[in-house]
């Protein structure tokens, strides 16, 4: 049988499985759903889809990993997550996070060098949509007649992003009375004081070991870093900066998408300024209960908060501007989860020890090691003490040089303490290993 000519080269593209371009339009639940599938179905080598659970209205909360072994933690390549839509009525984060994922795979299959890095060396997350009833309620309405909160919080009218647990009070109480100040548990019936969207996008980051994120919103241009509570009680417009052990790592991160974005860097946007188009949350107002602070509080995960557009639901007309603007921001952001100091914490016989803590002298916030014994502490360049500890273990202190470009790996060998009862420190073995050792220092 003889082809003619278009057929044949239709048919080449068949062959060559070419990949179909999503456009420049909003996506309703089901559509939002095929483009997903269909980017897993263009690059099946580097992506899965998961779902983390579903919402009130039983709809799915998808996941689209990349990696080049997806569905794998492999030791000493860091998790990424960013989270969109969650006030279902600031659509833009869910459009870019379509185009995102469409980007990534096109650009791995064209062989492009930056983005091939990024998958071989970061798994990453992308969950378009916190929020999909959210979203259809603002979307029946359409980007013009859009009232300012129509679809924002879920069908239980409960705004999302003041629905986790607080642990800033539980961490303000410990900065003056002793306490941790990582890893902050939950009240035991947490599940039941949540909705079902925070309680899978909780039970997500507890089964994940996330090092950085980011959670897309729209009404303002700004990126916006913990923390979002302020430690005293002002009467707004009056608020008070409250600052992160980690705030300069935070300003760079935020700067990081402010500069990499159009204009968001300019600071003046939608009629407020935020100067290099990035603010502390507590400065601009407060927010109990938000998930950004929640990332920092309860998991290894810093996570910042974009404020994406003036308008939260733009007009299609909008969006391929819109993706021109932040694509370079979100690709630049992602790469920050490449600094620091990474590296495994085994014991004697080089066995992973998962949950180890890793503590930075200068700055007072710990993170621990994932279940893989691996650890991801970011960090800006400089000379830092890090101590390793784990219970049972002798704890072991490090000095470490941080430079400006990629991480230093730095990896912990821990003694086990033996229980032979000796002078000056208990016999851990005897004790329940949950407790922290703090009375056992370097051997
Ligand atoms: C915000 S989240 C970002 C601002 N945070 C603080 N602390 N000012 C919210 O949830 O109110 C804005 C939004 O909804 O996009
Ligand atoms: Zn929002």
Known sequence: MRLHMTEFIFTLFLLAGTAVSIDF???????????????????????????????????????????DNPGIHEPLEPEFKYVGNMHGNEV?????????????????????????????????????????????????????????????????????????PDLNSVLYYNEKNGGPNHHIQLPDNWEKTVEPETRAVIKWMQSYNFVLSANLHGGAVVANYPFDKSRERVRYPKTSY???????????????????????HQGWNCGDYFE??????????????????????????????????????????????????????????????HQGIKGMVYDENNNVIGGAVISVKEIHHDITS?????????????????????????????????GPAGPTQVNFHLKEVKCLPKEGHTCLKQIDKKIFPRSVTDS
Not at 110 to 137: A, C, F, K, W
Request: with cysteine; net charge negative; aromatic share 12%.
């Open 92 to 164: 833009l984060g869910r459009e870019l996070l379509l185009q995102l994922a469409e980007f990534l795979c096109e650009e791995y299959r064209m062989g492009n060098e930056r983005i091939t890095r990024l998958i071989q060396e970061t798994r990453i997350h992308i969950m378009p949509s916190m929020n999909p009833d959210g979203y259809e309620v603002a979307a029946d309405q359409g980007p013009d007649a859009n009232g300012y909160l129509t679809g924002r919080n879920n069908v239980h009218y409960i705004d999302l992003n003041r629905n986790f």
């Open 25 to 67: 339009v909003h996506h309703r639940y089901s559509e939002m759903v095929q483009v997903l599938f269909r980017v897993q179905n263009d690059c099946p080598y580097i992506t899965r889809i998961y779902s983390i659970g579903h919402s009130v209205q039983r709809r799915q909360l998808y996941v689209l990993e990349f990696s």
């Open 370 to 402: 994932g279940m893989e014994g691996d650890y991801f502490r970011l960090l800006l360049p400089g000379t830092y003490t890090v101590t390793a500890s784990a219970p049972g273990y002798y704890s072991k202190t490090e000095s470490v040089t941080v």
């Open 276 to 337: 290099n188009g990035i603010t502390n949350g507590a400065r601009w107002y407060s927010l109990s209960k938000g998930m950004q602070d929640f990332n920092y509080l309860h998991t290894n995960c810093f996570e910042i908060t974009l404020e994406l557009s003036c308008n939260k639901f733009p007009r299609t007309e909008q969006l391929e501007h819109e993706w021109l603007a932040n694509r370079e921001a979100l690709i630049s952001y992602l790469e920050e989860i």
């Open 242 to 264: 409250a600052a992160t052990p980690d705030d300069s790592l935070f300003q760079k991160l935020a700067k990081t998408y402010s500069f990499a974005h159009g204009w968001m």
